[in-house]
Structure formats: C-alpha cells, structure tokens
C-alpha cells in the first residue's frame, strides 16, 4: 500500500476532495470532482483503500482512475534499476533459492504485515532511521515477534546498499529486543517411562518407538520424522542425520547444516530395531504414523497423541522437543563426556551445551566439586580433622601406652591445614597430632595422641612441618622392638 496519512489519505481542497497516495515512489495528490461532504470524504477513503490494495498486488494503474492528472508520464514503471523498498523487497525475497521454503513464508508474511504497508512505495533512499524507529515503536508486538519482523527488513536494506542504490544502510542500527530465553525444561527418568508406559498400553507402537527414540537419542523432532532406513549402519548401529522436514516440506540440509552420525544407546537403538517390521519394506522413512500409513507430514501430527498422554499422568504440560533436553540432561547427569553429547545432538561445539545445561552439569558431579572446594579452602577441614583426632586420640591413647606401640618420629601440626585461614583464628588451630606406629601382620596401624603446643615457631604457623626424634614409648613386657 502507499504511505498512510493522519487523514486517512482524504483531505479537503478549496472545497474538493484531494487524495494523498505514493506510487513507485512519487507522491499522488490528485482532486476529484467531488464536493467536500462527510458522505463523499467516507466513499474517498474506499477508494483510497481499493487503491493501495491493488498496489499491493501490482496492478494499480493510474490513468484508470487519474487519466487527467498531469505527469501521468513519468509514473510509468522504470525501465531500469529498483527504486522503493517494494522493489528491492520483491528481488530480495526472489534471491532466497536457497533459503528453506517455510523461511521465504516467514519473511514475506512479515513484509506484507508489517514493512509493505508504511514503506512499500516510498523510494528506499528517502528512508531514515528515525522514521523506521518511530514505525517500530508504534508495533504492539512481543520482543520475540518484533526481532523476527526485524530480520527482512534490515536484509532488505542490506540488499540495496550491496546494489548501491543506498550508501548506508538505516536498519543497520536497530537493536533487537530483549528477550528470556526459556530454560530447557526436562523430564525425569521416572516420568520418562511413566510416559513409555502409558503410550505402550494406550497408543500404536509406532508411537511409543517414535518417542523412544526421541528420549534416548536427542534427534530435533524435525530431523528424526525425515530419518531412513538408508541412513542406518547396522553395523555400527549408528544413524546419519542429514535432513529434515519443515511445515510438511522436505529440506535436504539440518537446521546447522551440518550432517552427523548420532550413535545409538541401547534403548535407541531397541526402538529403531523394533520399527523395522513396520516400515522398512513399505518405505523410505523409519518412523511412520500409524493412523495415515504414511510417514509423519510434520511434527504437529504428534502433538495430539502427547497432550492426551500428559493429561492422563497427570504430568505439568511440556512440548514433545523437550524430549531432545531430556536426552542431554540425563546424559549429563549419567556422567557423559559434554563433547560427546554435544557431538550427537548437532552442536558445532561444547560451548552451547555448557551455556544452556550448566546445572546439570554441575549436577552430574555429585558433588565432587564442592568437596575440591572444602579441601583447597582449608579451615573447615582442618577443624573437622582436629575433632576426629581428639575424639580417636581419646579413646585409644591409653591403649598405646599399654601395648607398647612406638611412637614415630614426627609431629604434624595441624597448623599445616590451615593455610590461608586468617591469623587471628590460627591459634586455635595450634595442636599437633602425634602418631604412633604398629605393625600387626605385615600392616600398619596408626593412633593419634593429640597435644596442645604452649608456642610454635612462625614457620609452622604458616603451614611448615616439623620434624624430630621422639623417645620410644615403653614396651609391654615380652615384646620385641620392630
């Protein structure tokens, strides 16, 4: 459509009806011969309206409806090179052979919604930044949604600068808007084959296969509805990944463009096994939907059988893709390699996996990490060891004395734990453990008698052991020295 005015493109001339309408980007202010009344400003505006929709459409002549306007000459389309933003967005969108088809859908839906209707026949060079910013602010339309719209518009002006019909390019400088990203939101293995369960008794088992796999092989539901039997190595009983199915079209690439061999665990590997007697001698597709007899058109198809399976366990409501996040977080919480994960499930790197599933990651470790933390830190254990050894010294000191243990020749203060505990708390960690040595059957038993140093010199309050002879404790009578 041409460009819309506060007055609908309607407006009063010396008692006339004068129209106000961009076509190829030049300015139309035709007068009609009609007397200004609220009747015939109300039939204007239909006509206004009729026109900018067949400017839409390309089929809007002038002289149908102006064959007295004057310069009627130079409206005529330009015998060469683009000039409005319709222009370069029609050839824009033509350059996209190579684009997914359900993308090109995006960006011309987008277009004719949004950018088609304010700029469309406005020549692209006359466009400014402040005029884009002030069409954006006046978008009632989610962050997420308003980032979207934003995509074609800046390729187009991209594409007429690359042309040369703009020096810069005014959408360069519009910032997306933020946007929450959702956190992946899993299913525990427990609710994993509380699903399995009640799809196996309900459901087809083409069904239940179809999200066995799903779960323990973190296929994009795009990719594994476009999966077959020729991408299969029994062999090594893996699967190639190398297409997908979008909106019902086949697309010959994955979504990174990248092919990868997913390896199959063994509960995969059971389900694509299992679907071998379904669809291998009646089709190309491994997995297949049983109610049609064909392969799955879409991941929508689905969707169905997946609600009515959650609302019937009861289970909190989460799309089928987060079957994909449930794959790598019990992955991750199996102890698995994050490389590895993020090798099958398509990622060009471990960089996204440690960015999206850090807390499982720090979860799988079963704490290991915290306790590297308590060691390195220092106070806290060695606190812990002084009351163990107090508390062991207690019980079985006496006991040394009365066998006869030696006693070994070194005295650990437990002054050598407590580095980078602050001074003034040191003091209370001035104890040193001393150790008696036994050997009972070629091994070694160690008792603790701890006592309180009245000094120690600097060097062991920063953590130095001291070492020196001890005079052996006396032996039981009988016994011989070891």
């Known amino acids: 459509m041409g ?11 010396n008692g006339k009806i004068r129209l106000d309408i961009w076509y190829r980007g030049k300015r139309l202010r035709p007068v009609l011969d009609m007397e200004w009344s609220e009747r015939n400003r109300r039939a204007a505006l239909r006509m206004v309206g009729d026109i900018r929709e067949k400017i839409r459409h390309g089929l809007f002549d002038p002289a149908d409806y102006f064959p007295e306007y004057r310069g009627l000459g130079a409206l005529a389309a330009p015998s060469s090179g683009l000039t409005t933003f319709r222009d370069y967005a029609v050839a824009w969108l033509r350059s996209l052979g190579q684009k997914a088809a359900a993308t090109r859908e995006d960006y011309r839906k987008a277009l004719d919604r949004v950018w088609l209707d304010e700029l469309g026949e406005r020549p692209i060079k006359a466009i400014r930044y402040s005029e884009l910013m002030t069409l954006i602010g006046n978008l009632a339309v989610a962050g997420k949604t308003l980032n979207n719209y934003l995509i074609p518009l800046r390729a187009v002006f991209e594409f007429a600068r690359r042309d040369g019909a ?3 390019n005014p959408a360069a400088g ?19 084959e509380a699903i399995l369960d009640d799809l196996t008794e309900r459901e087809d088992n083409q069904v239940v296969h179809y999200f066995a796999a799903a779960f323990f092989a973190g296929f994009r539901p795009s990719e594994q509805i476009a999966l077959r039997w020729s991408d299969v190595d029994f062999q090594q009983r893996t699967v190639r990944v190398q297409r997908a199915v979008v909106r019902g079209q086949a697309k010959a690439s994955t979504k ?12 995969a590997w059971a389900a694509v096994e299992a679907q071998r007697a379904h669809t291998q001698l009646a089709g190309k597709e491994i997995f297949g939907n049983p109610a049609t007899g064909a392969p799955w058109a879409d991941i929508q198809s689905q969707w169905r059988i997946w609600q009515r399976c959650l609302k019937r366990l009861g289970l909190r409501y989460r799309e089928p893709y987060q079957t994909r996040h449930t794959f790598a977080t019990l992955a991750l919480m199996a102890g698995a390699n994050p490389a590895y994960i993020a090798r099958q499930l398509g990622h060009t790197n471990a960089n996204m996996l440690f960015r999206v599933y850090a807390k499982w990651i720090d979860g799988a470790d079963k704490s290991r990490e915290r306790d590297k933390l308590n060691l390195g830190f220092g106070h806290d254990l060695a606190t812990e060891l002084i009351a163990e050894a107090k508390k062991f010294a207690q019980s079985n000191t006496y006991l040394a004395e009365r066998e006869g243990f030696e006693p070994s020749i070194r ?35 160690i008792l603790f008698e701890i006592r309180e140093l009245s000094s120690l010199r600097r060097s062991e309050a920063h953590g130095r052991v001291r070492t020196r002879d001890a005079a052996p404790a006396p032996r039981a009578r009988g016994t011989s020295r070891r």
């Open 411 to 445: 005295f650990l203060s437990i002054c050598s734990l407590s580095r980078g505990v602050p001074s003034t708390t040191r003091p209370s960690l001035r104890t040193s453990a001393r150790l008696y040595l036994r050997r009972v059957g070629g091994s070694k038993k």
């Open 256 to 267: 990174t463009y990248l092919v990868r061999d997913v390896e199959l665990s063994d509960r």
């Open 166 to 168: 703009i020096d810069t």
């Open 174 to 192: 519009i910032e997306n808007a933020p946007v929450q990203k959702p956190a992946p939101d899993p299913f525990t293995l427990p609710e994993v």
């Open 3 to 13: 460009r819309k005015s506060a007055s609908g493109g309607v407006a009063e001339h």
